[in-house]
């Protein structure tokens, strides 16, 4: 990423909250998009310790690339590694998801494109075995819902996953 690219890019913040130190030299300087403002960008975006929905914002408004500075594990690898980001503190990129679980990752996808509902038969037919594939192949309920936030699935039908993955 250059960076004169940078400069038309977007601070996306959880919220308009004041960090100090790099984010408030970032967001002094550039346009700044919360999940409950309109987002948008010429160029990447620079993402802050982010939430689901700042996460999918700045995917809906990056431009030739994110930086994102991560603290939740649990999810955020599973995130990282169907995006094939780069991991600054190895300097190296997150392991990728093996052929094998991006298939069963791909069959995720495809199933929850009405929000994985628990009350829909076909649902209740598919995901049981599925979530043992899922395990099988050593994915975690955490990796598959990082996967499906970088997606793009919203965080209400996440949730509906996870209460299937449990």
């Not at 999940?35 to 996460?55: N, W």
């Not at 930086?67 to 995130?79: A, L, Y």
Request: charged share 20%; hydrophobic share 40%; aromatic share 8%.
């Amino acid at each position: 990423m250059l960076e004169a690219d940078f400069g038309r890019g977007v601070v996306v913040l959880n919220a308009k909250n004041s960090f100090g130190g790099l984010v408030d030299t970032l967001s002094s300087s550039r346009p700044t998009a919360t999940p409950r403002s309109t987002g948008h960008s010429t160029g990447p975006a620079f993402v802050y310790c982010p939430g689901e929905e700042a996460l999918l914002l700045a995917q809906r408004v990056a431009v030739g690339g994110m930086v994102v500075i991560g603290w939740d594990e649990r999810w955020m690898t599973g995130w990282a590694r169907q995006w094939g980001a780069l991991d600054l503190r190895l300097n190296s990129p997150f392991n990728p998801f093996s052929d094998e679980q991006r298939e069963l990752l791909d069959d995720l996808h495809w199933n929850g494109n009405n929000g994985w509902p628990r009350r829909d038969a076909l649902m209740r037919s598919r995901m049981p075995r599925l979530k043992s594939e899922l395990s099988e192949a050593g994915l975690t309920a955490q990796d598959a819902y990082g996967a499906m936030l970088a997606l793009g699935h919203s965080r209400d039908s996440l949730q509906r996953l996870m209460d299937w993955l449990r």
